[in-house]
């Protein structure tokens, strides 16, 4: 069946129509076409009256209003289609009206699409997921036409500037599951209190808004929400007393919210909670201390937080954690000893941090570790000998790290290894040989290694090379940089 769909692509000129093949046999060709970008808008006519399910054409070239009819002709068929990033305008849309089967459509990145182009969409009462991201056009009053799209699950208008107030029309979607406002920086407190009947809503995104404590107080009634992305919201500790309301919580982003060690107590009554970032944030070891209770914690970013050794002291009882992000911290070997004992730990983030060769040894028991950055000047040899105990490394990161020849020996223990960089270090010619028999590489960063030269590529792989001397994709899949 492949190389039958492979030679229709290579003869689509040949064929008018595809009507009289069976829907599954037409879909594959119509996918293959567009996977290949083959499809043509005189191509694209041999799929008339096809009744194909779905239209994936999200930022296919040259896709405008003239492909809509085609498009349309699938009728009652068609079930989903993505029009992401195209030229197709209001008038476009006007053809989907009588495809009234609908379930999916995406018009992200589609700025000729304003309030006009809603209106010929209000009927398509069997919609459950619709995404409009970045676009300029849509207005408050565009999104009356949402009030009778009941059946609506999920609804992504991230990065749409002109909003606001256009919210209070989704009170009738009770069935609403999902909602993406994210970075639309006219969202404020007012837009919050619509969202307060949507009961079954359990994602909701509303980052880089105007949201503060008094717009998180309209959401203690949603008792599904399970993720909520305030990041970059003018919110306090105060709103905690709120968020600690919501049952089904388990994704919380606090990251760039200017948070202090002000009310940090209450952050311990969040103790369903499996993702916490707080990264960015103007917090110290004292708040850390309210961590202790939150024992189902699986992932943590402190990412820039004022915080170092003495403060990991309240991870210890964290058994449940996997990620853990202390990028650009105080954190040094002393604190790494508090780590010991996560032994579920599979990617820990140190760069930037003040960790030494001395504290890698404290991290050499952690079985379960797959990704570990150590984007660091001080690091040497010497500490990816400590290391070598971590054969499960899938991702190893050593930017700025002083990595030499004599270093790279260490790299065989690593056999499951496949992203690794070494960049910046001093490695030559004869340290990268040490590379080559890592069989299961598929991305490798030796950039800013100066005393590379034009071999380097030959020494990692035998087989044949694309022509790019600073690096590129081997045959093997590997990828050089």
Not at 90 to 112: E, P, R, V, W
Not at 295 to 311: A, K, M, V
Not at 332 to 345: C, D, P, V, Y
Not at 388 to 393: E, K
Request: glycine share 8%.
């Amino acid at each position: 069946m492949e190389l039958c769909i492979y030679k229709i692509r290579e003869d689509i000129d040949k064929y008018s129509s595809f009507s009289m093949l069976p829907r599954d046999i037409s879909q594959q060709v119509f996918n293959e076409l567009v996977y290949s970008q083959c499809l043509t808008e005189v191509s694209l006519g041999a799929f008339r009256d096809c009744a194909l399910q779905d239209l994936d054409l999200g930022e296919y070239p040259g896709l405008e209003d003239s492909w809509m009819d085609v498009i349309s002709s699938q009728g009652l068929s068609l079930l989903s289609v993505d029009l992401s990033g195209s030229d197709v305008t209001d008038s476009g849309l006007i053809h989907l009206k009588n495809c009234t089967n609908l379930q999916a459509m995406n018009f992200n990145y589609s700025d000729q699409i304003s309030d006009r182009g809603l209106e010929h969409i209000s009927g398509l009462s069997n919609l459950a997921t619709l995404s409009f991201r970045r676009n300029n056009q849509i207005t408050a009053q565009g999104l009356s036409v949402l009030s009778g799209l009941v059946n609506l699950l999920k609804l992504d208008l991230e990065r749409c500037p002109g909003i606001h107030g256009g919210l209070v029309h989704l009170k009738g979607l009770t069935k609403l599951e999902s909602l993406n406002i994210k970075c639309c920086n006219c969202i404020t407190d007012a837009d919050m209190k619509p969202l307060s009947g949507l009961t079954n809503l359990k994602e909701l995104q509303i980052s880089s808004s105007k949201v503060s404590d008094y717009g998180v107080t309209f959401l203690k009634g949603l008792h599904k929400l399970s993720l909520l992305n305030m990041e970059g919201c003018p919110v306090t500790a105060a709103c905690l007393d709120c968020l600690a309301a919501l049952p089904a919580l388990l994704y919380l982003n606090l990251s760039r919210c200017n948070l202090s060690d002000d009310g940090c107590e209450k952050i311990s009554g969040l103790q369903k909670l499996k993702v916490l970032n707080l990264g960015f944030n103007d917090i110290t070891d004292a708040y850390l201390v309210h961590l202790r209770g939150l024992i189902n914690l699986e992932t943590l970013n402190l990412d820039s937080c004022r915080i170092d050794d003495e403060g990991l002291v309240n991870l210890t009882g964290l058994q449940r954690l996997r990620c853990l992000e202390l990028s650009d911290t105080e954190v040094g070997s002393n604190g790494l000893r508090h780590l010991a004992g996560l032994t579920s730990l599979v990617s820990i983030n140190l760069s930037f941090t003040v960790v030494t060769d001395s504290g890698l040894k404290k991290l050499s028991g952690l079985a379960s570790l797959k990704s570990l950055n150590l984007d660091a000047r001080q690091i040497t040899d010497a500490g990816l000998a400590s290391l070598t105990s971590l054969t499960g490394l899938m991702h190893l990161d050593l930017f700025g790290a002083r990595i030499t020849d004599s270093g790279t020996n260490y790299l065989k223990n690593f056999k499951n290894l496949r992203s690794l960089e070494i960049c910046g270090g001093g490695l030559t010619d004869a340290g990268v040989k040490n590379i080559k028999d890592l069989s299961s590489l598929t991305v490798l960063n030796l950039s800013q290694n100066n005393n590379l030269t034009d071999k380097t590529l030959e020494l990692i792989s035998d087989k044949e090379l694309n022509d790019s001397k600073d690096g590129g994709a081997l045959k093997s899949d590997l990828t050089v940089f």
